[in-house]
């Protein structure tokens, strides 16, 4: 008797948004919590988002195990940042030390991060160099204030699964995200995936001149690691 096929928990993604946030004590007492904000509002959305809070790198570690077992197909990362780590309540982590920590979790995944700067650095090219196919990641380049980045993925979400509950697309993604920083002028690292050309397509969404889109270099195959030195 033949076993009935079961499809691999990788590829029977499931397409839905697993939050993970970690702010400063300040921005707790403020009630600063974009995160679940977002989770709230997907809930109203009728989707079934799962939020955490995390302040160590402990503790991150044990949620990437988790998204991995969720079998959720989007990440959504709310914290702190700067071009070479993501911030945690009590210290941080170097974005080499964060591609390792989400080492082949994120393959047919896609990863948007809200954090300051996060998107001048390279931590597209350290995760995509640790999870071989993997979609898209969308991040911020610039300093940017809590109320606009919750409107702008407020904003993103609900009109995503406006358009297709089910999925998303990269070209859907690449013109809300076009679409959202010209409306707030902000500026976005947008990073993807073209499996027919087999290459990924680094660009800058620039909401603050024209044109909007700037290529920030050569399309490339997976890349290796960028040779960063670690934080202390």
Same mark, same amino acid.
């Given at each position: 008797?033949?076993?009935?096929h079961?499809?691999?928990?990788?590829?029977?993604?499931?397409?839905e948004?697993?939050?993970?946030?970690?702010?400063?004590?300040?921005?707790?007492?403020?009630?600063?919590?974009?995160?679940?904000?977002?989770a709230?509002?997907?809930?109203?959305?009728?989707?079934?988002?799962?939020y955490y809070?995390?302040?160590?790198?402990?503790?991150?570690?044990?949620?990437a195990?988790?998204f991995k077992?969720?079998?959720?197909?989007?990440?959504?990362?709310?914290?702190?940042?700067?071009?070479e780590?993501?911030?945690?309540?009590?210290?941080k982590?170097?974005i080499?030390? /964060?591609a $390792?920590? &989400?080492?082949?979790?994120?393959?047919?995944?896609?990863?948007?991060?809200?954090?300051? %700067?996060?998107?001048s !650095?390279?931590?597209?090219?350290?995760?995509?160099a640790?999870?071989?196919?993997m979609h898209?990641?969308?991040?911020?380049?610039?300093?940017?204030?809590f109320?606009?980045a919750?409107a702008?993925?407020?904003?993103?979400?609900?009109?995503?699964?406006?358009?297709?509950?089910?999925?998303?697309?990269?070209?859907?993604?690449?013109?809300?995200?076009?679409?959202?920083?010209?409306? /707030?002028? $902000?500026? &976005?690292?947008w990073?993807?995936?073209?499996?027919k050309?087999?290459?990924?397509?680094? %660009?800058?969404?620039? !909401?603050?001149?024209?044109?909007?889109?700037?290529?920030?270099?050569?399309?490339?195959?997976?890349?290796?690691?960028?040779?960063l030195?670690?934080?202390?």
């Amino acid at each position: 008797m033949k076993t009935p096929h079961t499809t691999p928990p990788i590829q029977g993604s499931l397409p839905e948004v697993f939050i993970l946030e970690s702010l400063s004590f300040d921005d707790e007492t403020a009630l600063r919590h974009e995160g679940k904000i977002l989770a709230d509002l997907l809930k109203l959305a009728g989707k079934k988002p799962i939020y955490y809070y995390f302040r160590t790198e402990q503790e991150l570690e044990e949620l990437a195990k988790r998204f991995k077992e969720s079998r959720y197909r989007y990440l959504h990362l709310s914290c702190h940042g700067s071009p070479e780590a993501i911030h945690t309540t009590i210290g941080k982590v170097p974005i080499v030390r /964060f591609a $390792e920590i &989400f080492e082949d979790h994120l393959k047919l995944r896609r990863l948007f991060i809200s954090a300051c %700067e996060i998107g001048s !650095g390279f931590l597209a090219e350290q995760i995509i160099a640790k999870n071989k196919g993997m979609h898209s990641i969308a991040s911020p380049i610039d300093k940017i204030l809590f109320s606009r980045a919750v409107a702008i993925w407020a904003a993103f979400y609900v009109r995503m699964f406006d358009l297709n509950n089910l999925s998303m697309t990269s070209k859907d993604i690449g013109k809300l995200l076009t679409d959202l920083c010209r409306l /707030f002028g $902000e500026r &976005f690292k947008w990073t993807w995936y073209n499996a027919k050309q087999d290459v990924w397509n680094p %660009e800058e969404i620039d !909401g603050l001149k024209r044109p909007v889109i700037v290529k920030l270099g050569t399309k490339f195959k997976t890349p290796p690691a960028h040779p960063l030195r670690q934080l202390t």
